[in-house]
C-alpha cells in the first residue's frame, strides 16, 4: 500500500556531499516516523538518521555534524543532506516508514535502495 523511491545516490571523493530524496506514495492516511538506514557490505543494517511527523530527529552519532534529515509533509517525502562524506560511509541506503494506509493497519515499508560510494 506505501511504496517508497529513493534517488540521489552516486560516487563522490571524500570531503563532498549527496543529498538523497525519498518519496511514499499509495494510499497513505499518514506517515509517522522516516527514516534512513544504510548497509556496508558484510555489515549489518544500521540506522543513520530518524525524524518524527513533528521534526523531531535522530541520528547515528557516527554522522552526527555531517549529516541532516528534513522531511516534506505535504508531499511525504524525506531527504538526507550528506557533507564531509568518508570512505566509511559508503553503502547502499535505504529509506524507511512507518505509515497508515487509507483503511489498512500502520505498516513499516523499506525503499530499493540507492548506493553511495565515497572514494578516498
Known amino acids: 500500500q506505501v511504496q517508497l523511491v529513493e534517488s540521489g545516490g552516486g560516487l563522490v571523493q571524500a570531503g563532498g556531499s549527496l543529498r538523497l530524496s525519498c518519496a511514499a506514495s499509495g494510499s497513505i492516511f499518514s506517515i509517522n516516523a522516516m527514516g534512513w538506514y544504510r548497509q556496508a557490505p558484510g555489515k549489518q543494517r544500521e540506522l543513520v538518521a530518524a525524524?518524527?511527523?513533528?521534526?523531531?530527529?535522530n541520528y547515528a552519532d557516527s554522522v552526527k555534524g555531517r549529516f541532516t534529515i528534513s522531511r516534506d509533509n505535504a508531499k511525504n517525502t524525506v531527504y538526507l543532506q550528506m557533507n564531509s562524506l568518508k570512505p566509511e560511509d559508503t553503502a547502499v541506503y535505504y529509506c524507511?516508514?512507518?505509515?497508515?494506509?487509507?483503511?489498512?493497519?500502520?505498516?513499516?515499508?523499506w525503499g530499493q535502495g540507492t548506493q553511495v560510494t565515497v572514494s578516498s
Open positions: 524507511n516508514a512507518d505509515a497508515l494506509p487509507v483503511g489498512w493497519y500502520p505498516t513499516e515499508s
Open positions: 525524524i518524527t511527523s513533528g521534526g523531531s530527529t
